[in-house]
């Protein structure tokens, strides 16, 4: 599909029409929190199907072999103290983001595994297929003030498929990433490199290599309102001391963030990065949060968690805080809208670009389709 460039209203996802079509009034859903403030919308547990790994050479492997676990310092009072900065640039090697791996690695696994789904492979007829971090965008869209988004979607024998496409203001930001930025979303792998272990019972080595292709990823099953959803996440580590063995409950997500030194920083911190914690955690019921506050010098002075399902209380007396029910209703409206629009087979491969019909997302700046 050509590309071309489309200016819309604020606040509203539309639907990309092929040049070669004849113009016609554009299927639209807005996104005003203000429209999304029912009920919290019914949300199955999230159940793990299975998994994957991702090696050093970003090689797919149907196993746990890139899983780690979670081995946090002694809690003793001190500083972690942990340089999130040793290492960099020498000892860091980030994946290919020229590489647009789409849904690949989560179609592999369906592949292998499709005939061992609960309810048959004919469960698939009705469901949506995505990563997760695909479904967390639209969770925190009725929120997203900055940034805009394009998914491609397909449906092939019943399902619907989507798939984030990088769009042009995207990809020359990260082009144009500032050395700063690189530097901090290296501190992030850093931190989980401090946190985790190749084996339960094993301290952290933080002196090796910091390879951001190495991947484990789990493949969950859930349901949204009417939607069957199966999608994929990656997963930082697995804690061997949790309550539950069962997956997703032993897993743990790993963040960082600057210190906080004042009331008004937490509560931005509480209202726009905790928003993003939440949606990315809670899809997959990973029950905590554990983050690293790291000062100017690049040091991790504090860990801190945050359970999930106790997020929402940080803002629930906040007028411009976020709302949970709002992100879930909003994201069920969107797979109602997705389902509805997208209603014809293609019997073309899901990675062929005229196969998908694109779905945007402009929040206050022109945007383009592709």
């Not at 547990?45 to 081995?71: I, K, M, N, W």
């Amino acid at each position: 599909m050509e590309s071309r460039g489309t200016k819309r209203e604020a606040g509203k996802i539309e639907v990309a029409e092929p040049r070669n079509k004849l113009p016609r009034p554009a299927p639209s859903l807005p996104t005003d929190p203000a429209l999304y403030s029912g009920p919290f919308p019914f949300y199955r547990r999230p159940s793990e199907l299975g998994c994957f790994s991702l090696d050093a050479q970003r090689q797919y492997h149907g196993d746990a072999r890139a899983l780690r676990y979670y081995s946090p310092p002694p809690t003793n009072g001190q500083s972690p103290n942990f340089d999130l900065r040793d290492g960099y640039p020498d000892r860091y090697q980030p994946r290919d983001e020229e590489v647009q791996e789409r849904l690949d690695h989560l179609l592999r696994w369906l592949l292998a595994h499709r005939g061992q789904l609960e309810g048959g492979p004919g469960w698939l007829a009705g469901a949506i297929v995505t990563w997760r971090g695909h479904l967390t965008k639209l969770l925190t869209t009725p929120y997203e003030l900055q940034e805009g988004w394009q998914l491609a979607a397909s449906r092939f024998q019943g399902t619907l498929y989507l798939s984030e496409v990088e769009t042009p203001t995207a990809r020359v930001q990260r082009l144009t990433r500032p050395p700063l930025l690189r530097e901090l979303m290296y501190m992030g792998y850093k931190f989980e490199q401090y946190m985790c272990a190749d084996k339960p019972g094993v301290s952290p080595d933080p002196s090796g290599e910091v390879n951001t292709n190495v991947a484990f990823c789990s493949v969950l099953r859930s349901r949204l309102g009417n939607h069957p959803l199966l999608f994929s996440g990656e997963v930082d580590c697995t804690d061997p001391q949790a309550p539950s063995t069962q997956p997703p409950t032993c897993y743990v997500e790993l963040k960082t963030s600057k210190e906080m030194h004042s009331p008004g920083q937490w509560k931005s911190f509480y209202r726009h990065k905790l928003l993003k914690w939440w949606a990315q955690s809670f899809l997959p019921g990973v029950p905590n949060v554990v983050a690293g506050f790291r000062n100017p010098e690049g040091f991790v002075c504090s860990l801190k968690t945050f359970p999930t399902m106790e997020m929402f209380e940080y803002v629930r007396n906040d007028r411009d805080g976020w709302n949970p029910s709002v992100c879930m209703n909003f994201c069920a409206a969107f797979l109602s809208f997705a389902q509805n629009t997208v209603v014809h087979d293609d019997p073309r491969t899901l990675s062929a670009p005229q196969a998908c019909l694109p779905l945007l997302l402009g929040a206050r700046w022109p945007c383009h389709s592709v």
